[in-house]
């Protein structure tokens, strides 16, 4: 069993829905959170970074974390043809510059104007 | 937020040959660089874990004879790909993470753009 799931998709919505994208993880020792996008042939840009169950919003962005139910999820409002790229949730269990990120699998999005 | 840079960004060479890819925190001091190989529609693989001034701890089944990582400031890493063969062609991505007190925060990773290797 992978340590954090991530459905691949692909996800194909229309331009200004609200998007969910949502990741579940095994192992209750991560503790920090993050969201990065990733367009083809780029390296992935963080978008979000969380610690304490909650939300967290930024503009568009809306960073959920449920430590109880071992579930994160991204929320995308008012979706945008430039959101269109592949999303990648990472955790890590501590807060040290060493600490090693565990990825999901990524989701793909395609935003269609 | 901080910026990581990688040069180059696409490089094409022979069999047999040796490539560098240079990893460059620009506006932080970076105390742990991590470089990463990506294949098309997957995720990032962690190949090793680097801190400045220390040997880089490598992932298990990773090579450290044929991908040399140099950690030697807290600004820059470098990953040599020594006689690269056809089956290391792929996208390699760094990310740094830096001190306590600098612009680059201790508990998130900042990937640079990665860097495209072709072998012919």
């Known amino acids: 069993q992978k340590e954090v799931e991530q459905d691949p998709g692909p996800l194909s919505v229309p331009e200004g829905a609200i998007v969910s994208l949502n990741c579940t993880y095994s192992n209750s020792a991560f503790q920090y959170f993050m969201w990065y996008r990733q367009y083809s042939r780029k390296g992935p840009e963080l978008l979000m970074y969380?610690?304490?169950?909650g939300n967290k919003e930024d503009g568009r962005f809306t960073a959920q974390v449920d430590k109880s139910s071992k579930y994160i999820s991204l929320f995308i409002r008012d979706s945008q043809p430039s959101d269109s790229a592949t999303y990648l949730c990472?955790?890590?269990?501590?807060?040290?510059?060493?600490?090693?990120?565990?990825f999901g699998e990524g989701t793909q999005l395609t935003v269609n104007p | 937020g901080a910026v990581v840079s990688q040069h180059p960004s696409w490089v094409i060479c022979k069999s047999g040959t040796s490539v560098k890819i240079e990893c460059r925190s620009l506006d932080f001091q970076a105390t742990t660089m991590f470089w990463y190989r990506q294949f098309p529609k997957q995720s990032l693989m962690l190949m090793a874990t680097?801190?400045?001034?220390?040997?880089?701890?490598?992932e298990q089944g990773v090579e450290k004879d044929k991908f040399l990582i140099n950690h030697a400031s807290l600004t820059l890493s470098t990953l040599t790909v020594t006689s690269a063969h056809p089956e290391d062609s792929s996208f390699y991505i760094c990310?740094?993470?830096?001190?306590?007190?600098?612009?680059?925060?201790?508990?998130?990773?900042?990937f640079g753009p990665g860097t495209r290797l072709t072998v012919l």
């Open positions: 969380t610690y304490s169950s």
């Open positions: 680097s801190n400045e001034g220390s040997k880089a701890t490598y």
């Open positions: 990472a955790m890590k269990r501590s807060e040290t510059s060493g600490s090693r990120l565990t």
């Open positions: 990310s740094a993470s830096g001190t306590s007190g600098s612009k680059g925060s201790t508990d998130t990773q900042y």
